[in-house]
């Protein structure tokens, strides 16, 4: 009796050691992830506030945290007082060009009279060299102040541009959740001084999940993109999750060192990737998981 026994656990052993990966349809195993992104401010400055804390569930386009602006917005003044100026400046030019442009209309329309009179006799070549003097003069002045015109347009578009920029800052100072999901962790307090791109929260979308799994070449056509597969996680053995393949690796590489693949001593496999949706939130971020055939 005690070795009918003997036999018997026995055989429940070698089943148990047989292991997931000698399922039927099993495909592989790893660990559920999302798409995170890393939120981070464009500008630097003192941080004002932040109405995101870990575990909340934020809408894409929600304001998350603000960066003061007070610098930004007395440059801002700064620059439209610039502007001012420079408009004040532009018009006084303006009317100098006008005035450079009649004086040497006058100039060589009288340049002109004293050439044709000259041809008749009625001039004499000392005047006709004055004139031509004096027009060179004012074609040399009216230039002058044209450049100087065309200084303070090219101005006017500088301070215009730093004002965009400033603009611009001020705008990227206003921090919203560039996608819909959980905050999962958070970087940065209420009166913390950011540098530029300095992280604020990550946020991960939890609605859908995806998994990697690590194929052996002679399992890979199993699987085609767009093929349904059932996801059960270790943690909830009573609800499977129906995903599909979404990326197969085009290239081999080493069996990473934390997996285990069907054949467990392959030296090359192929990535797979798997999504599925988690509209419950019932799958979290590292949860080790298998996948199957359906």
Known sequence: MRQYAFYILSL???????????EENFLG????????VVVGALVAGRLDSLAADEGDTVR???????VDTARLAAQRRQSRAALEE??????IAGAAVQQAREQHQNVASNLARQ??????????????DDLATQEAVAASRLQAARDQLAALDAKEEQLRAALELVDL???????AAPLSGSVIERYAEPGEILPPNGRVVKIADLDRME?????????????????????RVDALPDQPFSG?????????????RNVQTRTARADLVYAVKIEFDNPRGAAAIGMPADVYLP
């Open 12 to 22: 429940a052993a070698l089943l148990t050691g047989c292991g997931e990966e000698g």
């Open 29 to 36: 195993s790893g660990t559920l992830e999302a798409g995170e």
């Open 60 to 66: 894409a386009g929600q304001i998350l945290a603000v």
């Open 86 to 91: 420079l408009s004040v400046n532009r018009r």
């Open 115 to 128: 050439q044709a009179l000259l041809a008749s006799g009625s001039s004499t070549q000392q005047m006709v």
């Open 169 to 175: 800052q001020i705008r990227d100072a206003v921090i």
């Open 211 to 231: 998994i990697r799994i690590y194929m052996d070449e002679r399992d890979l056509g199993q699987v085609k993109l767009g093929a349904p597969v059932q996801v």
């Open 244 to 256: 599909r393949v979404t990326w197969i690796s085009p290239r081999a590489e080493f069996t990473p």
